[in-house]
C-alpha cells in the first residue's frame, strides 16, 4: 500500500482492507473497506487525523512511519470513537504517550472507557478554531452522523475536510482519490448503502451538517472509509443531501396508518371501524391488512406511510403467547430516530390469554412511539367491546 501525498506535507496514511465481508455484524461489505487515517506536517509538529482498527494498528503505526517519526507526532485529531477508528490509538500512545488528543468531549469521554488510562487531551467545540503551525483547523459540528461524538475538522489552508463517517463508504480502493477510482458505479452503490445503514437513520442531522458543510470553500473531503472526495464536492454534498430529504419524518397528525393482520375476522373488525371512523373525521388513512402473502410486496409502502404519519396502529390476533411474527419484522426495521413521538397504539382480538397487545405496546415504547394504551378483546365484539372498542377510539383521536 502506498501513503499518498493529498497535498504538500499532507498524507494519507489509512489501511484498505479488500478481504472484509463484513462490518458491524450486520453491514455486508461487498467492495471492502479502509480505515482512513491523514498526517499532517506543520511547523510545530506532526498531526494525525484519526485512528485505525485495533487489527489494523500495526499497518498504520508503519504507514505513520513512512511518512514521519511517530516521535514528532505532536497532536491526534479524533473525529469520532467507535473502534474501528479508535482500536489503534492506544498502541499510538503506547509509543508516544506525549501526544495530545484533540476531540470533542463526547469523544474524550468514550476514549477514556476505550483506554482506561490517563492521556493529553484539548476538547474541541463547534465553530472553535486552533491554530498548529502554518495551519488554521475549524471543528464542525458533525452531531449523529453518526454519533453523538463527531466533531468534523476543516483545515483552512487547504480547505480539507475530514468528516470520519459522514460522506463515506465501505469501498476498498487502491487508488485512494475518488477522481482516480475506475469502478465509479461500485463505489455509489457501496456510498448508497453505507449511507442507508450507518447514516440513515439521523436524516435531519444529515441536512443540517450539509448545510454547514456547504457554507465552506472545501476541495478535498477526507472521509473515515472509502475513497478521498477530490472532485465536484458541490456534488457529493447534494448527493447526500439527496439521500437523507425522502426519509425526513413528517408526523402529519391528519395521517393515520393501520397495519393489521386476521385470521378469523374479529381484529379485521376493529380495524374496519377505525379507518371508518378516522375517515368520517376528516383523516388520511393508509390501511394495509397483512399475511405471509402480501407482506413482503406491501412492506416497504407501509414503512412511507408511517414515515409521514402522526397515528400508527398495529393490530393483532394472539398466536401462540405473542403477535403475528410479521409485526415484529416489520417494527425490526425502524428505527427510533425516525419515529420518535409519533403517536402509537396496539389492538387485537384473542382467544386465550391475548399478549399480542401488551407485547407490541412494549416494542413500540422501545421504539420512542408516543404509545396510546392498547385494546383487546376476546373474539368477537359484543355490545360492551363496540362501547369499550369507541372509548377506544375517542382517545386515539383526542
Ligand atoms: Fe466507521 Fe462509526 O465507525
Known amino acids: 500500500m502506498k501513503c499518498v501525498e493529498l497535498q504538500k506535507d499532507f498524507y494519507y496514511v489509512g489501511v484498505v482492507d479488500h478481504a472484509l465481508k463484513v462490518f458491524d455484524v450486520a453491514v455486508l461489505t461487498d467492495y471492502g473497506t479502509s480505515y482512513n487515517s491523514y498526517l499532517l506536517k506543520t511547523d510545530e509538529g506532526v498531526v494525525v487525523f484519526e485512528g485505525n482498527k485495533a487489527v489494523t494498528a500495526e499497518e498504520y503505526l508503519d504507514h505513520i512511519r513512512s511518512i514521519a517519526r511517530i516521535e514528532d507526532i505532536r497532536y491526534l485529531v479524533v473525529t469520532h470513537t467507535e473502534p474501528d477508528h479508535s482500536g489503534a490509538i492506544e498502541s499510538l500512545l503506547e509509543l508516544n504517550p506525549q501526544i495530545t488528543v484533540i476531540a470533542s468531549a463526547a469523544a474524550l469521554m468514550n476514549l477514556d472507557k476505550i483506554l482506561r488510562k490517563p492521556f493529553n487531551r484539548k476538547p474541541m467545540t463547534p465553530n472553535g478554531t486552533m491554530n498548529i503551525g502554518q495551519y488554521t483547523f475549524r471543528f464542525i459540528s458533525g452531531m449523529l452522523l453518526h454519533w453523538p461524538d463527531v466533531m468534523f475538522t476543516y483545515i483552512e489552508e487547504l480547505k480539507v475536510l475530514v468528516s470520519c463517517d459522514a460522506f463515506g463508504a465501505h469501498f476498498a480502493s487502491d487508488e485512494?482519490?475518488?477522481s482516480k477510482e475506475p469502478d465509479k458505479?461500485?463505489?455509489?452503490?457501496?456510498?448508497?448503502?453505507?449511507?442507508d445503514h450507518i447514516i440513515g437513520p439521523f436524516p435531519s442531522y444529515v441536512i443540517q451538517a450539509c448545510d454547514r458543510v456547504s457554507a465552506l470553500d472545501i476541495k478535498m473531503i477526507c472521509p473515515g472509509h472509502g475513497p478521498?472526495?477530490?472532485?465536484d464536492i458541490k456534488k457529493q454534498i447534494e448527493i447526500y443531501r439527496s439521500l437523507a430529504e425522502?426519509?425526513?419524518p413528517k408526523n402529519d397528525p391528519n395521517h393515520v396508518t393501520i397495519v393489521f393482520a386476521s385470521a378469523y375476522g374479529y381484529t379485521r373488525k376493529m380495524a374496519e371501524y377505525f379507518k371508518e371512523r378516522f375517515e368520517k373525521d376528516g383523516k388520511q388513512v393508509s390501511f394495509f391488512e397483512i399475511?405471509?402473502?402480501n407482506y413482503a410486496e406491501v412492506k416497504p409502502q407501509i414503512y412511507e406511510e408511517i414515515r409521514t404519519s402522526g397515528l400508527v396502529l398495529l393490530g393483532s390476533p394472539t398466536l401462540v403467547g405473542d403477535a403475528i411474527v410479521l409485526f415484529y419484522d416489520l417494527l425490526n426495521g425502524l428505527v427510533w430516530p425516525l419515529v420518535q413521538g409519533k403517536k402509537a397504539a396496539a389492538f387485537g382480538d384473542y382467544g386465550w390469554s391475548g399478549e399480542a397487545v401488551k407485547n407490541l405496546s412494549e416494542r413500540l415504547a422501545q421504539l420512542k412511539f408516543n404509545v396510546?394504551?392498547?385494546?383487546?378483546y376476546a373474539f368477537k365484539l359484543d355490545e360492551q367491546g363496540e362501547k369499550e372498542l369507541a372509548e377506544f377510539y375517542d382517545r386515539l383521536a383526542a
Open 176 to 178: 485512494i482519490l475518488l
Open 246 to 248: 425522502p426519509s425526513l
Open 185 to 195: 458505479e461500485g463505489y455509489y452503490k457501496a456510498l448508497k448503502y453505507y449511507y
Open 291 to 293: 399475511s405471509a402473502l
Open 228 to 231: 478521498v472526495i477530490d472532485d
Open 372 to 376: 396510546i394504551p392498547g385494546f383487546r
